[in-house]
């Protein structure tokens, strides 16, 4: 019987020609097609072969389709195999996704696909980068019954550059990365040093990356300096992170072709706002103004306006800009400074809706009625001319405190500043019936001194100016959200998925413990998780209750697939409201204009895959920054802790672990590790479960929350650990931990299982 040939593919059957047709002017196959093609086959096809396929024969063609393959592998839809040929990735045998490492030298392979992550050894890890995207098979399982991976190929390498200390040991040098999850040491021949010296820190540039049987191999291009110097932290963490800093020249060549005000050409066909008296709010230092905001009241109840910079006007798909912003993802904030996702010119010129000029922006005009519920919205390209600049702390004196002379400054101003605080007052009373969850963390801002040097970390007091503008910004969000969903049409959605079976059953026994049960059994809404911390709020061990919520929380992220927003308890939740600063937005906004032009979803230049490529790069990308700033906070807070060293501070504890407990310096916002060996003279029992250590001989029980006196005993800037010591051996509740009854044993506690990086929703 012969075998059956794989069907001629028809490229006028191709459901995508149309959108190809309208992005090239020589079209070539989407990547749908390519993989559809690609399946009828069912051969690993080379790409001459490939091509032929395809009935593509002239270079331009060609090329093309080399591109686009490539970016393909790049995403993981299809991996080349060592004879070159080009297969569909088949997500049951074979997953594509991020590496994420271990400073011990293993890792894990987090799948693009979602679900559990699988386990890397330190053999497998010698050849990857921590943030390496690879496609890996599963290979079996640990002696922890975790599904282990091996590497199948290499998608995309993560850095090309890193940043660490030089060290020269008999005339060999090696560069010992910042980065702490990465375990790999990069060997630098003498000739390659530039003239750094032992000790400095310095950016090297990855000649050869590394293999099972190599180190990977790099030479000196940047010498940054010593390591205390002002602004070393920052400039350390940007690098050690890969965050983009330099702008390619492409990109300061199509910023500099853009007009410094808005040409009267770009306001046709917008709705005027010019007259409406628009203001930004924001804080007194804030240099990028991406939204304004406009409230009155209605015969039903309110009219909102909320104005957000059109960037999209000026950063077009296919452009350098394009690309770098998405590239960067996200700005990133420094104690010291901000590395933007867009040039200066358009982050604080151009797009920044600074007051008395004007400006592109993208509007969502929503209606609620009296109870704050939104029962009407529509979105319009418009222009505007913001009537002032407000600070947070100026709303505040105007509208609680009734600041007579702030007041008559802004006298045209005040009744729709007003009604914007009676519509937050709505918005936020039907927050709490919505069951939205409510932390109450403590926001905290670096003070440095005129030498650049921190001075003091300060807590920011968060009043109703502040959460006014965080009601508007959300109701905007939800109303796009919902405007996308209900055309069917491709976006990027911001999803916090409800937290898993196993963290709920670790929050279901600490509760038990202290006589407490959350609601909603195996299910639980974020009402009830509101509803407990309301319950919980007056007693002493709030703090601890709240954290060991906080923690058994999912973490928010991109996605083309919309599930909702657990923790703002929100069926549908986009990011609309800062394109300035996040690339989900500008993806957002190019979706929102496209349902405007009255056009097909398949005249859309971008496909639901393209959004879930977005989707998990936006997500790293954010994740990278989270990392960026925590590094240069922790190297400051070392720096300030430096000429503290044998001084004592009261504290609480923060989080307990097996090898120890961090407590957090109270009035300093400095958390520091008190290790074990540290503690009493006697074995401790550590309980994952009730986040507590027990003497096994002593009784004495070491519990998240209570208070502590520690004196510091070291601080390892290279490390960013602060290391305390117990300033006094205290016995009783609170004070230096308590005593469990006589004659009750602890139990042992089960095996740690690794854990995530926590964030509270949004």
């Not at 001194?449 to 970390?457: F, P, R």
Request: with cysteine; glycine share 8%.
């Amino acid at each position: 019987m012969s075998k059956r040939k794989p069907r001629r593919p028809d490229r006028a059957r191709d459901p995508y020609q149309a959108r190809e047709a309208k992005k090239y002017a020589n079209p070539i196959p989407s990547r749908e097609f390519i993989l559809n093609t690609m399946q009828d086959h069912a051969a690993p096809l080379l790409f001459e072969d490939l091509a032929k396929a395809l009935q593509l024969s002239n270079p331009q063609q060609l090329d093309a389709l080399s591109r686009r393959i490539n970016a393909m592998s790049r995403d993981g839809q299809v991996v080349r195999n060592r004879r070159g040929g080009y297969c569909v990735v088949n997500h049951e045998d074979l997953i594509h996704g991020r590496v994420i490492g271990h400073p011990d030298g293993f890792g894990f392979l987090h799948p693009d696909e979602g679900g559990d992550d699988l386990y890397l050894s330190p053999r497998e890890m010698r050849r990857l980068w921590h943030g390496d995207r690879i496609v890996a098979r599963v290979a079996g399982m640990d002696r922890r019954g975790r599904r282990e991976a091996a590497v199948v190929e290499v998608l995309e390498r993560a850095f090309e550059n890193v940043v660490g200390r030089v060290q020269l040991e008999a005339g060999v040098a090696f560069l010992r990365p910042d980065n702490k999850r990465i375990a790999q040491q990069v060997l630098i021949t003498p000739d390659r040093l530039q003239g750094a010296r032992d000790g400095q820190m310095v950016v090297a540039h990855i000649t050869e990356h590394p293999e099972t049987w190599r180190q990977p191999l790099g030479e000196v291009f940047e010498i940054l300096g010593d390591h205390l110097a002002p602004g070393m932290a920052t400039d350390v963490a940007i690098r050690a992170n890969d965050i983009p800093l330099e702008w390619p020249t492409e990109v300061e060549r199509e910023t500099a072709l853009l007009a410094p005000e808005v040409p009267p050409s770009a306001r046709l066909g917008r709705v005027d706002l010019r007259k409406v008296p628009l203001v930004t709010i924001d804080g007194a230092d804030a240099r990028d103004f991406d939204d304004a905001v406009f409230c009155e009241r209605t015969q039903k109840g309110w009219r909102l306006l909320v104005a957000i910079a059109d960037v999209s006007a000026y950063v077009e798909t296919g452009t350098a800009l394009d690309e770098e912003a998405y590239k960067r993802g996200n700005s990133v904030y420094f104690p010291d400074r901000v590395v933007p996702m867009l040039p200066e010119a358009l982050s604080n010129g151009l797009c920044s809706l600074n007051p008395r000029v004007d400006r592109l922006c993208m509007t969502a005009e929503l209606y609620f009625d009296r109870e704050g519920n939104l029962f009407r919205s529509r979105f319009f390209e418009a222009v505007m001319n913001s009537h002032a600049r407000l600070t947070y702390d100026q709303v505040g004196a105007i509208l609680i405190g009734g600041d007579a002379e702030l007041s008559a400054r802004h006298a045209q101003l005040l009744p729709h500043l007003r009604d914007l605080h009676g519509l937050y007052r709505m918005l936020h009373a039907a927050r709490a019936e919505r069951g939205a969850i409510d932390f109450d963390t403590v926001e905290t801002r670096f003070r440095f001194d005129d030498k650049g040097k921190l001075a003091a970390i300060e807590p920011m007091v968060r009043h109703d100016a502040h959460k006014l503008i965080e009601e508007c910004m959300l109701a905007a969000n939800v109303a796009a959200a919902r405007h996308l969903l209900r055309k069917k049409m491709p976006a990027l959605y911001r999803i916090h998925e409800k937290p898993s079976a196993e963290k709920l059953a670790d929050l279901g026994e600490f509760l038990a413990e202290l006589g407490l049960r959350l609601g909603g059994g195996a299910e639980p809404t974020a009402k009830d998780y509101a509803d407990l911390l309301d319950r919980v709020k007056t007693r002493p061990d709030f703090h601890v209750i709240q954290v060991v919520l906080l923690r058994s929380m999912m973490q928010a992220v991109y996605s083309d697939n919309n599930v909702g927003h657990f923790g703002l308890a929100f069926p549908a939740y986009a990011h609309f409201t800062s394109p300035i600063r996040r690339y989900p937005d500008l993806m957002v906004h190019r979706a929102l204009k496209h349902l405007l032009t009255g056009e097909p979803l398949e005249a859309f230049e971008y496909t639901h895959q393209h959004f879930a490529t977005m989707g998990e790069h936006c997500s790293a990308t954010e994740r990278r920054a989270d990392d960026a700033t925590r590094d240069a906070a922790d190297t400051l807070k070392c720096e300030f802790m430096l000429d503290k060293v044998g001084e004592s501070f009261d504290g609480v504890i923060s989080g307990v672990n097996s090898f120890g407990i961090f407590v957090e310096l109270d009035g300093i916002y400095v958390s520091g590790l008190v290790h074990i060996t540290a503690l009493d003279h006697d074995y401790f029992h550590f309980d994952p479960i009730g986040h507590r250590l027990t003497g096994d001989r002593t009784g004495r029980v070491y519990r998240l929350g209570d208070t502590l006196r520690v004196k510091v005993a070291a601080v390892n800037i290279d490390d960013r650990k602060i290391d305390f010591v117990l300033a006094e051996q205290v016995e009783g509740p609170g004070k230096g931990g308590s005593r469990r009854p006589r004659g009750k044993r602890p139990a042992r506690a089960p095996r740690n299982k690794r854990r995530g990086d926590k964030k509270a929703p949004g």
